[in-house]
């Protein structure tokens, strides 16, 4: 099967973590994200070409709707980055997006160390609520219409972590993947994302993947480790005094 392209993946990304209101305004998809983080609250440009008179107008689209101007930049957004730049925006979240062959991740998982759930218990709310991941984000699960699933992982048959997995066109997209602090450093990330890989073969997915900051340096020697790679990087820019 033919490896997914860039516009794959973020379209999975759309799918698998969606804004609450995504509305066309001129050369942009602005996203009304309701609190859920800042994927689901930047704007993204859709047009090769835009000028300084675009930008106010998703400033003006983002205003509207009570949210910070933030724009989402991908790997063709060069000539939006350095026209942002000049406007005084400053670059937010690097990110990485691994993927990987859901074939390559699959593993034979410990019993009971890892549980599918849905919709997810209050010690998966917990452990979650401890990342800085809230009720906001929980509805971003919800507002998912494919297939899903959280997942709980355990030791010592106490809740560990947390994590929640979505497929889109062949896809399956890693979301929210959190250990709790007590429990880190014990192998269960590889785990959890062991238990996805498994849960996304049998959807049928063929790739799994997903997002994290280039500055959450543990999960990307995980990732690295596990033999994942690199498909894809983008950032954020938000407008200053934001």
């Known amino acids: 099967?033919?490896?997914?392209?860039?516009?794959?993946?973020?379209?999975?990304?759309?799918?698998?973590?969606?804004?609450?209101?995504?509305?066309?305004?001129?050369?942009?998809?602005?996203?009304?994200?309701?609190?859920?983080?800042?994927?689901?609250?930047?704007?993204?440009?859709?047009?090769?070409?835009?000028?300084?008179?675009?930008?106010?107008?998703?400033?003006?689209?983002?205003?509207?709707?009570g949210q910070p101007h933030l724009?989402?930049?991908?790997?063709?957004?060069?000539?939006?980055?350095?026209?942002?730049?000049?406007?005084?925006?400053?670059?937010?979240?690097?990110?990485?997006?691994?993927?990987?062959?859901?074939?390559?991740?699959?593993?034979?998982?410990?019993?009971?160390?890892?549980?599918?759930?849905w919709p997810p218990l209050a010690a998966q709310v917990d452990i979650w609520a401890e990342g800085g991941i809230g009720p906001a984000r929980l509805a971003v699960m919800e507002r998912v219409e494919g297939p899903k699933v959280s997942l709980m992982g355990r030791i010592s048959d106490a809740p560990a972590a947390a994590g929640f997995v979505a497929c889109s066109n062949g896809i399956a997209m890693v979301h929210a993947l959190e250990t709790s602090v007590r429990y880190r450093r014990q192998g269960l990330g590889r785990v959890m994302m062991q238990a996805a890989a498994v849960w996304a073969a049998e959807q049928g997915a063929q790739t799994l993947a997903l997002c994290v900051t280039r500055a959450n340096v543990s999960a990307n020697a995980l990732y690295l480790g596990m033999g994942m790679q690199e498909v894809a990087g983008y950032h954020y820019r938000i407008g200053p005094g934001l």
């Open 1 to 65: 099967m033919t490896a997914p392209l860039l516009h794959d993946y973020l379209d999975a990304l759309e799918a698998t973590w969606p804004a609450a209101e995504v509305a066309r305004v001129g050369s942009w998809l602005i996203r009304d994200g309701q609190g859920g983080g800042s994927r689901v609250s930047a704007a993204t440009l859709c047009l090769p070409e835009m000028t300084v008179e675009d930008v106010r107008e998703a400033e003006a689209a983002m205003s509207a709707r």
């Open 71 to 117: 724009f989402m930049i991908r790997q063709d957004d060069a000539e939006l980055d350095a026209v942002l730049e000049a406007e005084g925006y400053a670059v937010k979240d690097p990110v990485a997006l691994y993927a990987a062959p859901v074939a390559q991740m699959v593993a034979d998982l410990p019993p009971v160390t890892t549980f599918r759930v």
